[in-house]
């Protein structure tokens, strides 16, 4: 009986020593290596090459092998850091260490779920991460571009503002940058979301699109005529082209003016006077269909002749007559008249001629034999009472 309550008292002993015992020797077993990575299930494509970036952390300063066990027939594996294929890493204590994996399924791979394990191996322990691939038949790689309006007309020395939609039609999220052809008359600058990405890239999500406006800005004023160059959107995978043409128009340059350039001239009363005015186009382009009107104070007759122009010619000029008659209340002194010019489609010009106004020389005249027939009656005045 002894002997029996000895036997069941060690057991009990025992195991209370390895049930306090147990919680210690697991945590001496905890590793202090880790491995992971933050996308340890992914979909991938037929023939892909898939880069996973793997942080590789120890509790004490070591140097970690690196292998993949696992991996399905044809397919291939390699680590990289700084720029080269490695096959160990050196990790300081607490400290993580980055490394990318780079994973290729061959061309002949079957759609379906693949699992593979990456090691880590260090001086005294040793640590593996799962990794699970979804292969499948996946979009490649494609940008598109859409745009309503290729071709932009415009003067010779404004702007040409495009809008393109780029979208990518792969499975890939693409980080794409932006460059143009366009010739050396122009600056070309790139916006997305009212900020400018000349020169920086934009990433487009799968089967998303992005609104990309471009601004070809001349330089020097140009001469009519189209310059096209070429969009171009380029990721690491892929590259898109499309072509966008900026079409230099003729613009019509009306100013009206008389022809020795002197805004400014007399009038009388009671009397038509003449102005002669020129309507000059020193544009590149015919002015068609102008209309000329004026503005004159109350009481003023003004005519012109012509009235509308049919076509005033690139660089050439149209004179008219203005018959300007002052009211008859009209006093002497500076006035202003506005001639205006509307061409069709095409923003008016105007100008303000002074004039000054002057009495009529009938009265000047009349007043002259006034003073004469007073001063002759003086004069007889004089003389005949003078005698006496």
Avoid: C
């Avoid at 880790?34 to 070591?62: D, F």
């Avoid at 079957?110 to 990794?131: D, H, K, L």
């Avoid at 999500?205 to 406006?213: L, M, N, Q, R, W």
């Avoid at 205006?340 to 105007?350: E, T």
Wanted: charged share 15%; hydrophobic share 40%; glycine share 8%.
């Amino acid at each position: 009986m002894n002997h029996l309550r000895f036997l069941v008292l060690f057991s009990l002993l025992a195991g209370l020593m390895f049930g306090l015992a147990s919680p210690v020797f697991a945590q001496e077993g905890i590793s202090g290596l880790t491995l992971s990575t933050s996308y340890p299930s992914m979909v991938v494509g037929i023939g892909e090459t898939v880069t996973l970036n793997m942080e590789v952390e120890s509790a004490v300063a070591q140097t970690v092998g690196l292998s993949v066990n696992g991996l399905p027939n044809g397919w291939t594996s390699e680590f990289r850091g700084g720029g080269r294929i490695i096959a160990s890493i050196y990790t300081e204590n607490g400290n993580s260490a980055r490394v990318e994996l780079r994973v290729t399924t061959p061309a002949t791979v079957r759609a379906g779920t693949y699992e593979f394990t990456v090691v880590a191996q260090g001086q005294n322990e040793r640590t593996e991460f799962p990794i699970e691939f979804n292969v499948k038949d996946k979009a490649p790689a494609r940008l598109s571009f859409e745009t309503d309006f290729p071709t932009i007309r415009g003067g010779s020395e404004s702007a040409f503002n495009f809008s393109v939609n780029v979208k990518n039609e792969g499975d890939d999220d693409l980080s794409v940058s932006f460059t143009s052809d366009a010739p050396r008359e122009f600056v070309v600058t790139f916006k997305s979301a009212g900020k400018d990405i000349t020169n920086l890239p934009t990433d487009i999500k799968a089967g998303s699109s992005v609104k990309i406006d471009i601004a070809a800005t001349p330089l020097t004023a140009l001469a009519v005529g189209t310059y096209p160059f070429t969009l171009t959107a380029q990721s690491d995978t892929v590259t898109a082209s499309t072509q966008l043409t900026a079409e230099v128009v003729g613009q019509p340059q009306l100013t009206l003016t008389t022809p020795d350039g002197r805004l400014s001239g007399k009038a009388t009363i009671n009397k038509q006077n003449q102005i002669k005015l020129v309507l000059r186009n020193t544009g590149n382009s015919p002015a068609a269909g102008v209309k000329l009107s004026v503005s004159a104070p109350s009481g003023w007759e003004v005519n012109l002749n012509p009235e509308t122009v049919v076509e005033v010619p690139a660089n050439q000029e149209i004179e008219v007559i203005a018959d300007v008659k002052p009211a008859d209340n009209a006093i002497a002194g500076d006035y202003v008249v506005t001639f205006r010019a509307q061409p069709n489609q095409s923003a008016s010009k105007s100008v303000e001629f002074r004039i000054t106004v002057q009495t009529s020389t009938l009265w000047g005249a009349v007043g002259i034999g006034l003073i004469a027939v007073a001063v002759a009656i003086v004069g007889m005045a004089v003389t005949r009472f003078g005698r006496r």
